[in-house]
């Protein structure tokens, strides 16, 4: 039978709270610049399709 102490878990904490913090701050900046990637994707494919629409008589 395994002991909790010798479960794998996703991470230990062993880093300091400035480096942890650093971490965070990365992550978000990704998640933000995913977003506003998204966002002009979808922009784009907005002025594309009324585009068609407008020019195809």
């Known amino acids: 039978m395994n002991r909790p ?9 062993t880093e300091p709270p400035a480096a942890r913090a650093q971490k ?6 990704f ?10 994707a979808f922009c784009l494919y907005l002025f594309i399709a009324v585009y068609g629409v407008s020019t195809s008589q």
Do not use: C, N, T, Y
């Open 5 to 13: 102490e010798d479960e794998h878990s996703l991470q230990d904490k």
């Open 24 to 29: 965070a701050k990365m992550g978000r900046g």
């Open 31 to 40: 998640v933000f610049f995913l977003a506003a990637f998204a966002i002009a």
